[in-house]
């Protein structure tokens, strides 16, 4: 099966690409830039350079493969839009990332209660409502004649399995931890945010590119921690003793800027992905965002430097 796959050299979308090699699939990758064409290509994968806004390539590769999967960006409407109609009518598949973060409210690290699951109806806040938007009307070009999946990861963790290592998240905690010398959280830090292995991640793509009927949303997670437990397991991975310091929406803003301060890093983010599990047979084993903290990829990172 030949595969076209958009942003390739990034964490989500390599990891994804080296999977399906893995698997025997033959990977066309959209990259920007000839040195990130190198990357890929040394993994094995075809690469293309373009953008997401060049319509023109995006329908000439679309057309050529067998599937499509969007792992470049989750609100790039126009990309999305001009693959699908490509698309329209030939029954193929596409397979487009999203993120948990739709369901997500301004919470500046305060606990909120409710849990989703696939099928949960809920009002996004102004900063998701385009994406929502987006992933509803991709979903319903499957009235088309395109075999449309949303899949939509929690918090990413793990070592990547292609050019890009890193995912957002974690790393941001680590690195503003060794520079101010102490795991920082937002507020009280007791924000909940559901959370998947890359590894497994990439096997439930597999997985929906495979078996998932037309029109099908998955949340993709195993497990959920506050943002005050990553931080303790950041400190002590980092030998800070296990403490943690509260900072303000103000200060969180100065590093990460104000949209991931409010919409990610302050924010609830606690869902199921009960749909995978149940449809798709999706079984996760990977270790858990604690253990892979402080015994895992990221404490192997801190030895080594």
Same mark, same amino acid.
């Given at each position: 099966?030949? =595969? ?21 699939? *033959?990977?066309?990758g959209l990259v920007r830039s000839q040195e990130k064409a190198s990357l890929v290509r040394a993994l094995g994968i075809d690469p293309v350079v373009g $953008? ?27 990309? !999305?839009?001009?693959?699908? %109609? #490509?698309?329209?009518?030939?029954? %193929? *598949? ?7 973060? =739709? &369901? ?5 690290? /305060? ?11 809920? $009002? ?10 987006? +992933?509803?009307? =991709? ?7 395109? /075999? ?14 292609? !050019? ?5 998240? &974690?790393?941001?905690? =680590? ?16 924000? &909940? ?17 495979? +078996? ?12 959920? +921690?506050? @943002?005050?437990?990553?931080?303790? #397991? ?12 509260? @900072?303000?929406?103000? $200060? ?9 301060? +409010? ?6 983010? /606690? &869902? /199921?992905?009960?749909? !995978?599990? #149940? ?5 996760? %084993? ?20």
């Open positions: 099966m030949n =595969i076209f796959l958009t942003g390739a050299s990034g964490y989500i979308g390599g990891s994804v690409a080296t999977r399906f090699l893995r698997d025997g699939l *033959t990977v066309r $953008e997401l806004d060049d319509s023109a390539l995006l329908t000439r590769e679309a057309l050529a493969a067998d599937a499509v999967v969007n792992a470049a960006s989750a609100d790039h409407r126009p990309a !999305a839009e001009t693959m699908l %109609k #490509a698309l329209a009518g030939s029954g %193929k *598949t596409f397979v487009h990332t999203s993120g948990s973060s =739709i &369901v997500g409210r301004r919470d500046g690290g /305060r606990y909120a209660p409710t849990v989703y699951d696939d099928h949960t109806p809920f $009002e996004p806040s102004p900063a998701r409502a385009a994406r929502v938007a987006l +992933n509803r009307d =991709i979903l319903a070009a499957s009235e088309s004649g395109v /075999r449309t999946v949303i899949i939509a990861p929690s918090l990413i963790y793990g070592a990547g399995l292609g !050019a890009s290592p890193d995912s957002m998240q &974690v790393p941001w905690l =680590i690195d503003l931890a060794r520079r101010t010398g102490g795991a920082r959280h937002i507020g009280p830090g007791s924000n &909940v945010w559901s959370n998947v292995h890359i590894r497994d991640l990439v096997e439930l793509y597999l997985l929906a590119l495979e +078996n998932a009927p037309a029109g099908t949303f998955f949340f993709a997670e195993n497990g959920e +921690n506050a @943002m005050r437990e990553v931080c303790t #397991a950041i400190s002590n991975m980092l030998g800070f003793g296990g403490g943690t310091v509260d @900072m303000s929406l103000a $200060e969180a803003t100065e590093y990460w800027g104000e949209g991931p301060a +409010n919409d990610t890093m302050g924010s609830n983010s /606690r &869902v /199921r992905a009960r749909r !995978a599990r #149940a449809e798709l047979g999706w079984a996760p %084993k990977s270790p858990s965002l604690i253990d892979e903290i402080e015994h895992g990829c990221y404490a192997a990172t801190d030895q080594a430097e």
